[in-house]
């Protein structure tokens, strides 16, 4: 039985971003499973109120991430993946809970640098809301430059 047939992986263009997706491309190729690519849009990060200049921010933010997610998706083509790409807007802890338990995923691959976009929201007990929502494997791509 393969233990992966399913693998969700979390994609932000960042250079941790980068390393994660080739390490879920190789996996996903050696176990032949369904790759799934997602892109979030943080919306923490604009203002709460509906003024013009939050709606920019958001129109730039989500150009910015479906930019990304199509750079995903073109790596991923170029290392012989198919992958299904998917984009979300709210709260990356919360969307990539909710497209794990859609998809049925059985890993989760994220890019992670103690200083990177990550940091934003996986510091603290944000770590600890993720692995408490996911009934699936997570894999971090650790930095080099991260590990002590």
Known sequence: MIPF???????????????????????????????????????????????????????????????VLNDGIDRLSACGISATGHFCVGDPVDRIATMADRLHADLIVIGHHHLGPFARWWTGERHAQLLDRVSCGILFEVSPDTVP
Do not use: N, P
């Open 5 to 67: 047939k399913r693998i969700l992986l979390c994609y932000d263009g960042t250079s941790e971003g980068r390393r994660a997706l080739r390490c879920g491309a190789s996996l996903a190729k050696q176990l032949d499973a369904e790759t799934h690519l997602l892109s979030v849009v943080d919306s923490s990060w604009w203002s709460s109120g509906y003024d013009v200049l939050s709606s920019m921010a958001f129109d730039i933010d989500e150009q910015a991430a479906r930019e």
